[in-house]
């Protein structure tokens, strides 16, 4: 085995196109100037669109918790309560943060591996109308759940004013996003999964009604701001001093998007999808997530005749793929395969032939080929819809 080949197979970090690296070694220039106000001039529009919003995107130098921080610090008064739909374990992340901040929080348990009823928020909300906020994953890394944000806004809408706070870090970018029609209130990401870039960028949105309640909120913040960063963002800069190299990554990264289009990015991630859940499917290997619920930027697998860690080291060991573990109770009963950003149906391909010989390889009782060919199936049959 080539011991420097690295092929990331993982929901985040993902791999980072050989453009976008190039853009990032580019030398470095004055935060302040005016080459960085050009470019986050040019960023702006185009984050919008992935955003589905005609509201500022504001970029923070972080990770993806920090923006998530940032909309609980900015949304929610002292004294006022929240909900949060667990559905994985980012979704305790959600609450925990709101516990930090001593915030009455409400949780609404969903089992792993199910997205949420919008009947269950509709009626969870009629019997506590005090909730001001709700929170919840749009792609729940930690399980492959893409939960049904639209519909979830909607049930929300006929029965409370309460905002609705959405953490889109491991699909905004490879999913259709839609905040303003879908009527979402806060909206969060992060550079490191279908944004193709490193850790280190986080974005937020926040609709004409959040703004109103962020307006009004007296907690303390200062770095996570909201205010700050919107003041700034329309000005083409920053409050604080910005992560430039990712910026340069970024700027390539949406013209990427742009080039391919947006609806074919989106086709691009349900194929890979289609493609990753079939062979599983034809393999006889059970998957965590039913197809109904299933993210097109993170597929869970459950396997019953083999083992999820043994099956991990040996497609390190063979292959040098990096293939995902589950989380907490599911640490040793799961694994999951990342397939957003930049991946292609090829890399699709190339990782379900080197996993079915992991899967024999652990134990499992399988047809080799059974599951590449449910695959190519699947690809050669798109271009027929």
Not at 128 to 139: G, L, M, R
Not at 216 to 230: E, G, I, Q, S, T
């Amino acid at each position: 085995m080539l011991t420097d080949q690295q092929i990331l197979r993982i929901p985040g970090p993902t791999p980072i196109p050989p453009s976008v690296n190039r853009a990032m070694s580019q030398p470095m220039i004055g935060h302040r100037g005016e080459s960085t106000s050009d470019m986050i001039s040019d960023i702006r529009p185009k984050l919008k669109r992935v955003f589905g919003t005609e509201q500022e995107v504001m970029i923070l130098t972080g990770s993806g918790t920090s923006a998530l921080e940032t909309a609980v610090v900015n949304v929610v008064a002292p004294g006022e309560t929240a909900a949060v739909i667990v559905t994985g374990s980012f979704g305790e992340r959600f609450a925990k943060i709101c516990e930090a901040y001593n915030i009455e929080t409400h949780i609404i348990e969903v089992t792993w591996g199910e997205a949420l009823e919008p009947s269950a928020i509709k009626e969870f909300l009629q019997e506590h109308p005090e909730v001001k906020a709700v929170f919840s994953t749009y792609c729940e890394t930690s399980t492959g759940v893409l939960n049904p944000i639209a519909e979830l806004a909607s049930a929300i809408k006929e029965v409370s004013e309460a905002l609705l706070i959405v953490d889109g870090v491991s699909c905004i970018g490879g999913v259709e996003t839609k905040m303003d029609e879908w009527g979402l209130d806060v909206v969060v990401t992060g550079s490191q999964k279908a944004f193709m870039l490193p850790a280190g960028l986080a974005f937020i949105a926040a609709s004409e009604r959040a703004w109103k309640k962020i307006g009004a909120n007296p907690r303390p913040r200062f770095y996570l701001d909201m205010k700050k960063h919107r003041d700034n963002i329309i000005k083409d800069t920053t409050p604080f001093t910005p992560a430039i190299s990712l910026l340069f990554g970024l700027q390539q990264v949406l013209r990427l998007m742009e080039e391919e289009g947006l609806e074919e990015v989106y086709a691009r991630h349900r194929l890979m999808m289609e493609m990753t859940r079939s062979a599983f499917s034809a393999l006889g290997v059970p998957l965590l997530t039913s197809d109904e619920d299933a993210s097109p930027t993170v597929t869970s697998v459950q396997p019953a005749d083999f083992e999820a860690p043994v099956f991990r080291k040996i497609m390190k060991q063979e292959f040098g793929m990096d293939i995902a573990g589950g989380q907490q109770h599911m640490a040793k009963t799961v694994f999951r395969i990342g397939h957003m950003g930049y991946c292609s149906p090829a890399d699709v391909l190339q990782a379900i032939a080197a996993m079915e010989i992991g899967i024999a390889k652990a134990g499992g009782a399988i047809e080799l080929g059974k599951g590449v060919r449910a695959a190519q199936e699947i690809y050669l049959n798109e271009g027929k819809r």
